[in-house]
């Protein structure tokens, strides 16, 4: 079993920061890719940010140059800090891992989630 735990969600004015962050435990061997999505009501879940084991990344178009993804390895945790924050950014952001864990057993694990409200 592996679990994802998110924290860092809250309210924060428009052009606010905040920073989430992911971190997964558990039968862990490895980890290939963690990635942060994000659901708004009335809509789908769509991807704001992903990172592989080898430190690449990728962003959704519209979070590019307000948004940042890292982790770090050792503690099996990814962050995504946010800055200048838009109302729209609203919406509970879930974490994604892509995990090998126990048997060498490849499955994507997603955590509760956690909600972001960007107001004044």
């Known amino acids: 079993q592996v679990q994802l735990v998110e924290s860092g969600g809250g309210l924060v004015q428009p052009g606010g920061s905040l920073r989430l962050s992911c971190a997964a435990s558990?039968?862990?061997?490895?980890?290939?890719?963690m990635g942060w999505y994000r659901q708004a009501p009335g809509r789908q879940r769509e991807l704001v940010a992903g990172?592989?084991?080898?430190?690449?990344?990728n962003y959704a178009d519209s979070v590019k140059g307000r948004v940042t993804i890292s982790r770090d390895k050792a503690q099996n945790t990814v962050y995504l800090q946010m800055n200048s924050l838009k109302p729209e950014d609203r919406a509970v952001y879930y974490c994604?891992?892509?995990?090998?864990?126990?048997?060498?057993?490849?499955?994507?694990?997603w955590g509760k989630g956690t909600l972001v409200t960007v107001s004044s």
């Open positions: 994604n891992a892509d995990v090998v864990s126990h048997y060498h057993i490849r499955r994507v694990y």
């Open positions: 558990g039968t862990i061997f490895s980890i290939k890719a």
């Open positions: 990172i592989t084991s080898g430190d690449s990344t």
